[in-house]
Nanobody
Framework: QVRPVESGGGPVQSGGSLRLECAAS??????????LGWFRQGPGNEREGVAL???????DYADSVKGRFTISRDIDKKILYLDMNSLKPEDSGMYYC????????????????????WGQGTQVTVSS
């Protein structure tokens, strides 16, 4: 059985929490030097870079999720996480994990234009 790359999504009420997980693939590693992140695609197909983690556990977040979302990684398990708290209906969408490789810089904007993603996404639906 093939394990899905992204998991943890689902329906949740406004104010609730979810933890998304992203598994490494044979093409993408999850280690301390990797530049990894999450982006989402909303119902209107708008895309937004949500969170980023880089070398030295540097992190960056979209203003819309700061203080509510936390990105982290488990190097031993090779899993990337996104902990989402105080969810709002506008957080609904398909969430994808992605990697930014050299020569592109590890910045949030590059999640939409320079990243490689390898999964089908996981759907998050927040009801009011």
């Amino acid at each position: 059985q093939v394990r899905p790359v992204e998991s943890g999504g689902g329906p949740v009420q406004s104010g609730g929490s979810l933890r998304l997980e992203c598994a490494a693939s044979k093409y993408t590693t999850i280690d301390k030097t990797s530049c990894l992140g999450w982006f989402r695609q909303g119902p209107g197909n708008e895309r937004e870079g949500v969170a980023l983690i880089g070398r030295g556990d540097f992190t960056d977040y979209a203003d819309s999720v700061k203080g509510r979302f936390t990105i982290s990684r488990d190097i031993d398990k090779k899993i990337l996480y996104l902990d989402m708290n105080s969810l709002k209906p506008e957080d609904s969408g398909m969430y994808y994990c992605a990697a930014i490789r050299p020569p592109y810089g590890c910045v949030l904007a590059n999640l939409l234009t320079r990243a490689t993603y390898w999964g089908q996404g996981t759907q998050v639906t927040v009801s009011s």
